[in-house]
């Protein structure tokens, strides 16, 4: 692999001021200018050198043809910076003695490079070094030019991978590299050795973050469409990587490798999300042949799988373009991430509005409701990272079976439509409530965990005060939630009434008062007295 490239192949005036040749000059004005870069030397010494200069030169001069014109060693300084000269490398000695006042203003005036050269110096070792820099400079971008276009053949032809790519850019830049694949949803970084001992303390994600942070972003397009971003991280902000036309094959490069990865991940993507697309609303005719099939995807449907969909748009004022892009593809790898760290296979479709995950497992039930119910949190927390952002989900429970799997999708649905009516977050389908017992394939099962979240803490307490509480209870919607009536009906105080009204609202933390709370309790106060009665 060849050596990092060059700064520029035009070395600046500075990195020019520090070779060898220039030991013993005087850079007296222009101290702002000096990242100029140089294309070549100019050794006009005669009275029409304004007709001679080119952009980017160096004038290197005695003056001796205008030493005796005040006027044009006065328009001298000026002349050049119009011309747009790199700089004066002036040897004042035999001709002039002195750098004349004048000269000297025009360049403080202008910020112009002016170098008072000493008398030792020979203009033709001036011109050997800086000829020898522009041709050293010049070797150095063709062997970058090599290696790119090897790169590119590379890619093209052996197929090279983004990891490998990502180890040529950071080799020819000499620099830290990460790159963003938005199409795949994939990145890789390769990272310096100065750098891997700085970050090796990070995770991921933070590493991730901070290369992003101090790096000069490129965009990966191709004929008006993007394929995601380069970062190439460097402690020198003044770098210009490779210059003429290098940077653009490496930009061409990297999307032809994300396309390829694209059409190879298609061909068995597009069948396996056709199947679960297949699963989740097709008619199921013989649920042996179709596991088969699943395992054949990867998919061991014996297994309790968790379906969570999603939507991911951008707030008001939030960042859009390239930019929300970036956002949402790292928003989606930090979820992945996030679900993976916690033990779940991922299973990933996505569409242009909308994205599901099966989340597999083999771990039982019973010891998933835990992890289900810190989802929420878990996706609160990552969002605090995105405030451009907003997400929409619902998650279904684990179930195991193909029908396990499309009843876990159903849940998901409803889970969804009620988070998109709350306006953001994550929805479990168990916080629904009684939309639970319309939409569940086990009415038993739900029915008896809505009366146990429900009226559990009733149940819980000891058989006197809770069955007064549920006469109470009953009484009250017998009553239609008249007090008086239910006093007299009781043979008790108003007050031990309002009093008994309290402690409900206390133990249940649903309220009689409120319509939702109140059809709440009277419907698992019904189902409670339908479930015993069938069960004696």
């Known amino acids: 692999m060849a050596p990092a490239v060059p700064l520029s192949v035009q070395p600046s005036l500075s990195e020019?001021?520090?070779?060898?040749?220039?030991?013993?000059?005087?850079?007296?004005?222009?101290?702002?200018?000096?990242?100029?870069?140089?294309?070549?030397?100019?050794?006009?010494?005669?009275?029409?050198?304004?007709?001679?200069?080119?952009?980017?030169?160096?004038?290197?001069?005695?003056?001796?043809?205008?030493?005796?014109?005040?006027?044009?060693?006065?328009?001298?300084?000026?002349?050049?910076?119009?011309?747009?000269?790199?700089?004066?490398?002036?040897?004042?000695?035999?001709?002039?003695?002195?750098?004349?006042?004048v000269m000297l203003a025009s360049a403080l005036q202008l910020d112009f490079p002016l170098v008072e050269l000493p008398e030792s110096v020979r203009f033709s070792d001036i011109t050997k070094a800086i000829s020898d820099e522009l041709i050293r400079r010049q070797t150095a971008l063709l062997r970058s030019t090599l290696t790119v276009n090897e790169m590119l053949t590379r890619t093209i032809v052996e197929g090279a991978n983004l990891d490998e790519i990502a180890h040529m850019v950071s080799d020819l830049t000499g620099s830290s590299v990460l790159i963003l694949d938005s199409i795949n949803n994939r990145r890789t970084y390769c990272l310096t050795e100065a750098d891997g001992a700085r970050f090796a303390e990070l995770t991921e994600e933070k590493l991730c973050?901070?290369?992003?942070?101090?790096?000069?972003?490129?965009?990966?397009?191709?004929?008006?469409?993007?394929?995601?971003?380069?970062?190439?991280?460097?402690?020198?902000?003044?770098?210009?990587?490779?210059?003429?036309?290098?940077?653009?094959?490496?930009l061409q490069t990297i999307p032809l490798e994300i396309a390829r990865e694209r059409t190879v991940r298609e061909r068995g993507d597009q069948h396996f999300n056709e199947f679960l697309?297949?699963?989740?609303?097709?008619?199921?005719?013989?649920?042996?042949?179709?596991?088969?099939?699943?395992?054949?995807?990867?998919?061991?449907?014996?297994?309790?799988?968790?379906?969570?969909?999603?939507?991911i748009t951008e707030r008001p004022g939030g960042e859009s373009g390239y930019a929300g892009v970036f956002q949402r593809t790292l928003l989606v790898n930090d979820i992945r991430t996030t679900l993976s760290n916690l033990g779940f296979i991922l299973y990933f479709l996505n569409s242009s509005d909308e994205f599901l995950m099966v989340m597999s497992t083999s771990l039982e039930s019973r010891n998933l409701s835990p992890i289900v119910d810190r989802l929420p949190e878990l996706i609160d927390h990552l969002m605090e990272g995105y405030?451009?952002?907003?997400?929409?989900?619902?998650?279904?429970?684990?179930?195991?079976?193909?029908?396990?799997?499309?009843?876990?999708?159903?849940?998901?649905?409803?889970?969804?439509?009620?988070?998109?009516?709350?306006?953001?977050?994550?929805?479990?389908?168990?916080?629904?409530?009684l939309l639970r017992l319309i939409y569940t394939n086990e009415p038993?099962?739900?029915?008896?965990?809505?009366?146990?979240?429900?009226?559990?803490?009733?149940?819980?307490?000891?058989?006197?005060?809770?069955?007064?509480?549920?006469?109470?209870?009953?009484?009250?919607?017998?009553?239609?939630g008249n007090l008086k009536r239910m006093?007299?009906?009781?043979?008790?105080?108003?007050?031990?009434?309002?009093?008994?009204?309290?402690?409900?609202?206390?133990?249940?933390?649903?309220?009689?008062?409120?319509p939702t709370q109140r059809f709440q309790l009277e419907l698992a106060l019904r189902l409670y007295r339908l479930t015993r009665w069938d069960k004696h």
């Open 209 to 250: 973050r901070d290369l992003i942070a101090g790096a000069r972003m490129h965009v990966l397009e191709v004929g008006g469409h993007s394929f995601g971003f380069l970062y190439i991280y460097n402690s020198d902000p003044g770098y210009e990587e490779l210059d003429y036309g290098i940077m653009a094959q490496v």
């Open 16 to 101: 020019l001021l520090g070779l060898h040749v220039f030991q013993g000059s005087r850079l007296l004005a222009g101290h702002g200018c000096l990242e100029r870069g140089v294309s070549g030397v100019n050794l006009s010494d005669t009275p029409e050198y304004y007709k001679w200069l080119s952009p980017g030169e160096l004038m290197v001069t005695t003056c001796y043809s205008i030493r005796n014109d005040p006027a044009a060693l006065a328009d001298f300084v000026p002349t050049l910076a119009s011309k747009g000269m790199s700089g004066l490398l002036l040897k004042p000695g035999t001709y002039l003695g002195e750098v004349p006042p």
């Open 444 to 480: 038993d099962r739900e029915i008896d965990a809505f009366i146990q979240e429900t009226l559990g803490k009733l149940l819980d307490r000891d058989q006197a005060k809770g069955a007064e509480l549920f006469h109470t209870l009953e009484t009250y919607f017998q009553c239609y």
């Open 277 to 311: 697309l297949h699963l989740l609303s097709d008619p199921i005719s013989d649920e042996h042949l179709e596991m088969a099939r699943a395992a054949a995807y990867g998919l061991d449907l014996t297994q309790n799988h968790i379906v969570l969909r999603a939507r």
């Open 487 to 514: 006093s007299e009906e009781m043979y008790a105080h108003y007050n031990t009434i309002v009093y008994r009204l309290k402690s409900i609202r206390e133990i249940t933390g649903l309220d009689v008062h409120q």
């Open 387 to 433: 405030a451009g952002l907003l997400i929409t989900a619902g998650c279904g429970r684990p179930h195991s079976g193909l029908t396990g799997l499309i009843q876990s999708d159903k849940e998901a649905r409803m889970a969804l439509r009620a988070a998109l009516s709350r306006g953001e977050g994550l929805t479990c389908f168990d916080n629904l409530g």
